[in-house]
Nanobody
C-alpha cells in the first residue's frame, strides 16, 4: 500500500503564490511518476502537471508559465509551485502517484483546497 499526504493549500489573493507538497510513503519503487490534478466545484477532475521517473515534466496549457512541478526523490515528495494565481485556479488539488511494476498501481491523496479570491 502507498499513502500520499498533501499540504500547502489555503486562501490567496489573485496574483499571489502558493506551494503545494505531496509526500508518498509505503511500498514505493523508483519506477514511478507523480502528478497533480485538480477539481473545481461542479467540474470534472483535470490534469495540472506531472513529473515522470525519468525527469520529464508536463503541464496543462492553462498553467504553463505559472506553475512549476518539481520532486525530491530522496524524500518521495513532489511539489507544485503556483505563481500568478487566478480565481479560476480555485479547486481541490490532488496528488497522484503511478507505480510501474509487474502491474501498474495508482494512488490518490486526500486533496488540499486552494482558493484564489480577493
Amino acid at each position: 500500500q502507498v499513502q500520499l499526504v498533501e499540504s500547502g493549500g489555503g486562501l490567496v489573493q489573485p496574483g499571489g503564490s502558493l506551494r503545494l507538497s505531496c509526500t508518498a510513503s509505503g511500498r514505493i519503487t523508483s519506477a514511478n511518476g507523480m502528478a497533480w490534478h485538480r477539481q473545481a466545484p461542479g467540474k470534472e477532475r483535470e490534469f495540472v502537471a506531472s513529473y515522470s521517473s525519468g525527469g520529464l515534466t508536463n503541464y496543462a496549457d492553462s498553467v504553463k508559465g505559472r506553475f512549476t512541478i518539481s520532486r525530491d526523490n530522496a524524500k518521495n515528495t513532489v511539489y507544485l509551485q503556483m505563481n500568478s494565481l487566478k480565481p479560476e485556479d480555485t479547486a481541490v488539488y490532488y496528488c497522484l502517484i503511478v507505480i510501474v511494476g509487474q502491474i501498474t498501481e495508482s494512488y490518490w491523496g486526500q486533496g488540499t483546497q486552494v482558493t484564489v479570491s480577493s
